[in-house]
């Protein structure tokens, strides 16, 4: 779990105490499973879309690479995608404003 948030965030200790909560809450079981999905990439699929996209991924991210997310606009060209910085894995907890502003922006006419 330690490498979900971003190792300088202000908030690390607190945000790691929550991610644990929050894994508690789910069940030991539930845990397991969650770490054990085998995901597929869905490129396929991701070129088949024709409605906006948006990728959203952190440069620090230490769960999941800057390559998956190239991957994902490479098949989808028509994707928004940003790259946040100083964020880990949990961008939408270490990063919620930014995040939040985003998606208002990329959902804004």
Request: aromatic residues 2%.
């Amino acid at each position: 779990m330690q490498r979900a948030v971003h190792p300088a965030h202000p908030e690390r200790e607190a945000l790691l105490d929550l991610l644990q909560s929050m894994s508690l809450d789910l069940g030991v079981e539930r845990f397991r499973q969650q770490l054990s999905v085998i995901r597929a990439d869905g490129h396929a699929e991701l070129a088949a879309l024709r409605c906006p996209l948006l990728l959203l991924a952190s440069r620090d991210d230490q769960m999941r690479t800057l390559q998956e997310t190239r991957n994902m606009q490479a098949a989808a060209p028509h994707a928004v995608c940003h790259i946040l910085d100083d964020c880990g894995h949990m961008s939408v907890l270490e990063q919620a404003e930014r995040i939040s502003q985003l998606l208002l922006d990329f959902l804004s006419p």
